[in-house]
């Protein structure tokens, strides 16, 4: 059992070659029981994104604050607020945000692979 | 794949004995090829209220709009934009919204009951 807020959770930054501007947060996983599936939560500030990558496992993705855009299929698409977005495994994509303002967005995946 | 807007998915609204002022939207699954977890959005208006009931599945849930409450363990926990609640599989829970706004939340379950 566990009601919090997501903000209460300390960001985990993420800077690499592949990842700019990114602050993960694992919401929900298996410290918490939850043995289905994974709630993780992305800040992505302004100019940042996510690896351009494919792997096995789906993302189900849900834009809580902010615009962002997603790749897939070769196509960039707009995302704002209320967005959904499935990936399914093995299709390359990528998160970016072109905007001045921050981009928040629930991405969440089955148990397995690394939680964050 | 898909990219949508959980708002261009016609709502199913949910009244009997048990749901009050509850508009759900299936967002992801098992047509999307989502085999592991579901994503689901909940639309409660003032006075609404879900079951007061158990079952064996988890729920990740986490509050995109408005407020509302959570019984979780014979206690209602406040509930407001970015939190997070995780019900673990056979604890008894609700929800219900005591405002004179709409509360919006997801509320993810794994592959197996009834998406909706």
Redesign the interface.
């Known amino acids: 059992?566990?009601?919090?807020?997501?903000?209460d959770i300390p960001p985990i930054q993420m800077e690499n070659d592949q990842v700019k501007h990114v602050a993960g947060r694992l919401?929900?996983g298996k410290e918490?029981?939850?043995s289905?599936?994974t709630?993780r939560c992305f800040e992505m500030g302004p100019g940042g994104h996510t690896p351009r990558h494919t792997h096995e496992w789906?993302h189900?993705v849900?834009v809580?604050q902010g615009h962002g855009q997603?790749l897939?299929?070769d196509t960039w698409?707009d995302?704002?607020?209320?967005?959904?977005?499935?990936?399914?495994g093995n299709?390359e994509h990528q998160f970016r945000n072109p905007t001045d303002s921050t981009l928040t967005f629930?991405c969440?995946i089955?148990s397995g692979p690394p939680e964050l």
């Open positions: 059992m566990k009601h919090i807020n997501y903000k919401l929900i918490d029981g939850a289905n599936f709630m789906e189900e849900f809580h997603v897939l299929d698409h995302m704002s607020p209320g967005s959904v977005v499935f990936v399914p299709v629930l969440l089955p």
